[in-house]
């Protein structure tokens, strides 16, 4: 298993949440009604956690296919708080969230339903994908230490560099795929 999508593409980066790579990769499933609830209930059987880490957690575990939004979470918490199988603890201004008794046996008696939504999630990126996606963020961290350290002059070429680099990558798409020819 890889780690999280290369430097958080697709999410905003390039085309919106949902983006995963287009021709070369594939599209995660949609999230549906009951997943940030299963997520919560696994992630908490495994061990405490504040909203934020839950967050984090299903974002790194898709790989970048699902980060659920607070606005989703937190109301879930809510509710499974009401319902008596997770109770908040706040400490140093942070409420962490843990499994009650009744949580416990909830997850134990549901085990079908609460799994690992975040692995449905998960998008179905290719090698060639995650190989070019790499090579992005490493040209990226490149730039950035060119513009941290580099001269005016240096700036110039790698902005040069970077106009010539774009223009080559739409005459790839503008050329068509040599393997249909």
């Known amino acids: 298993m890889r780690g999280p999508f ?3 593409f697709g999410r905003g980066f390039f085309g919106g949440p949902g983006w995963h790579g287009g021709r070369g990769g594939g599209r995660a499933r949609k999230a549906k009604r009951g997943d940030v609830r299963a997520a919560i ?15 984090q ?15 989703a979470v937190y109301p879930a918490l809510q509710q499974l708080t009401d319902e008596g ?3 908040a603890e706040e400490s140093e201004g942070r409420k962490t969230f843990q499994l009650t008794e009744a949580g416990r046996a909830y997850v134990e ?42 001269t ?12 010539e680099t774009r223009r080559k990558l739409y005459q790839i798409l503008a050329d068509g795929d040599p393997a249909e020819e």
């Open 109 to 150: 008696a549901h085990a079908d339903e609460v799994r690992a939504p975040w692995e449905d999630m998960t998008p179905d990126v290719d090698d060639n994908t995650w190989e070019l996606m790499d090579l992005a963020r490493q040209s990226a961290f490149a730039m950035v230490q060119i513009l941290q350290t580099g």
């Open 152 to 163: 005016d002059a240096q700036i110039r070429q790698a902005r040069q560099t970077l106009v």
């Open 57 to 71: 957690e299903i974002a790194e575990r898709s790989q970048g296919g699902w980060k659920p939004s607070p606005g």
């Open 6 to 8: 290369p430097f958080d």
């Open 41 to 55: 209930l696994a992630l908490l059987a495994e061990e405490p956690r504040n909203g934020y880490q839950i967050i």
């Open 85 to 87: 199988l997770v109770r």
